[in-house]
């Protein structure tokens, strides 16, 4: 792929890093990553104590990499294939490529959860009884993407 859509290095490593952080989310399971005990250890300090936190939200933490990690690679590509774009118009449709693939992923989760008998589904989904976890999912996913929006506005007028 490389080859034929070239990215820029910093694209190209945070993809790699979101890869990276997304098997160790797999290796757990989203909800059971023991985030909370490794920062305990590691910095004498628990999110989830300060934050009164309930629920596990490494998956949040996920969806939020998302949309920081994947726009500036959505940037570049939507900028070869239109040059003519300005660089507002480009990151637009980095935006809503993150905004519409978090949609697209939500249904899909949610038809598997459809299939799956309840016990697997909240296995599968981790949506750890939140209501708005799919909602809560992409905005973190779009929230991630605009908070780039300064950066490449920045890097434009250089």
Known sequence: VDRRWQLGNGAFIAICGFIAIHCVAARW???????????QSLLGWSPDAAFGWQRNHFDRLIHFLYGVCFTPALLQLARRFWPALRIGQAFTLALMAVMCSSLAYEWLEWGIALALSPEAAEAYNGQQGDMWDAHADMLLATLGSLLLWPLVRRSAVR
Do not use: E, G, T
């Open 29 to 39: 399971l989203y909800s059971n990553v023991p985030y909370d005990a490794w920062l």
